[in-house]
């Protein structure tokens, strides 16, 4: 089993930053991905960004340029860092990882962090 704790989200101001957190924890063989996706009110869950093992990373058209993503993998932790947010980036951000432990391989999600973007 794998735990993701997420920290960062909040109240922010259109045009300001925020930086989400995510530490995986348990008992983790292998990580093959870690990442954040987001759900606003009526809306599908969507894919923000993610990064493979290998170090490639996926963003959404929508935050390409404004948001970035990185890991520390000594801890297992992934970050997002938001820059020039925007109204619509207001959601509930998830992290996800794809990982294996010694009962298998399959995807966790982490309880969500919700991000407003608000004057």
């Known amino acids: 089993q794998v735990q993701l704790v997420e920290s960062g989200g909040g109240l922010v101001q259109p045009g300001g930053s925020l930086r989400l957190s995510c530490a995986a924890s348990?008992?983790?063989?292998?990580?093959?991905?870690m990442g954040w996706y987001r759900q606003a009110p009526g809306n599908q869950r969507e894919l923000v960004a993610r990064?493979?093992?290998?170090?490639?990373?996926n963003y959404a058209d929508s935050v390409k340029g404004r948001f970035t993503i990185s890991r520390d993998d000594a801890k297992n932790t992934v970050f997002l860092q938001m820059n020039s947010l925007k109204p619509e980036d207001t959601a509930v951000y998830y992290c996800?990882?794809?990982?294996?432990?010694?009962?298998?391989?399959?995807?966790?999600w982490g309880q969500g962090t919700q991000v407003t973007v608000s004057s």
């Open positions: 996800h990882t794809h990982a294996a432990t010694y009962s298998g391989r399959t995807n966790y």
């Open positions: 348990g008992r983790i063989v292998t990580i093959y991905s």
């Open positions: 990064i493979m093992s290998g170090g490639t990373t």
